[in-house]
């Protein structure tokens, strides 16, 4: 493939078992980055092998952390994938023969489909995982992240464009990695809450785990995906809560931040 001027942007912290897949499932990017905030498993030495120039650097916040990462870039245009995402071998093909007309555009994102494999093979009706439309390639100037430090997203100026093929995300290889994940969610999400002085509102946990399991059970169609679909509802919903708890042990008692911060940090996961 033909080289574009377009940077593959990776955030990593010890992604040493899935970065080269990630990196070499672009082989059309002119530069490829890492923006690492202390991997000590090799993920760097492996990202240098692959190609991508490694930045380091402290940990910000998802939001924060994709904005730097945007002004390392040397090139305007700029793809942001996960480590544990890919490009699926159709949507290289389309992006190598669409981006030369796109970045001659006004366009400001690319939308792209994501396509998710969940406890070793791809879901099949669950809505969010079958095609979830997520803007990912963008323009810097037209483009920025979102400021928080968990579930961020593109703010963009100007149009967008959408492409059909998906890429591909190997989501939390097990439940353990799930609910390691789920912990360091629901605290940047309870720190972002904390910061803005938000209502604890813990009375509506029951009512948000009861909407969040029926939304992704039924009107996601969880349910046509068997055991897995019950499994992700029920997750969902449980992490729904368990920020929500968090929280008002945050408003209740605020030396629990530190105390929590600590506990995950020990364990590398507070990021």
């Known amino acids: 493939m033909s080289r574009l001027p377009l940077t593959l942007l990776v955030l990593t912290l010890n992604e040493a078992d899935v970065i080269a897949r990630c990196l070499d499932s672009v082989p059309f990017a002119a530069e490829k980055i890492i923006i690492d905030c202390g991997s000590s498993d090799g993920t760097c030495e492996i990202a240098e092998a692959h190609g991508a120039r490694v ?99 593109l703010a963009w100026n100007g149009p967008d464009t959408t492409f059909k093929a998906p890429f591909e995300h190997t989501n939390n290889p097990t439940l353990v990695h799930k609910q390691l994940k789920v912990l360091r969610y629901a605290e940047l999400k309870a720190r972002d809450w904390y910061q803005k002085k938000r209502a604890p509102r813990l009375w509506m946990c029951p009512l948000v785990f009861l909407w969040t399991f029926a939304k992704d059970y039924f009107l996601r169609l969880g349910i046509l995906d068997g055991a897995r679909g019950l499994i992700i509802a029920q997750t969902n919903a449980s992490y729904a809560v368990y920020k929500r708890m968090r929280y008002h042990e945050m408003c209740r008692n605020p030396d629990s931040i530190a105390q929590g911060a600590d506990k995950l940090l020990h364990h590398g996961l507070d990021r």
């Not at 700029?78 to 796109?102: G, K, N, T």
């Not at 095609?131 to 997203?153: I, M």
Request: charged share 30%; hydrophobic share 40%.
């Open 55 to 153: 930045v380091r650097h402290e940990w910000l916040g998802f939001g924060a952390q994709r904005n730097f990462g945007t002004a390392q870039c040397s090139h305007d245009w700029i793809l942001a994938l996960d480590a544990d995402e890919y490009l699926s071998d159709d949507l290289a093909r389309e992006l190598e023969q669409a981006l030369p007309a796109v970045m001659d555009s006004p366009a400001a994102v690319g939308i792209l489909r994501r396509r998710t494999l969940y406890m070793g093979a791809p879901m099949r009706h669950y809505r969010p995982m079958t095609g979830e439309k997520l803007a990912r390639l963008y323009h810097r100037d037209r483009a920025r992240w979102r400021d928080v430090r968990v579930h961020e997203s």
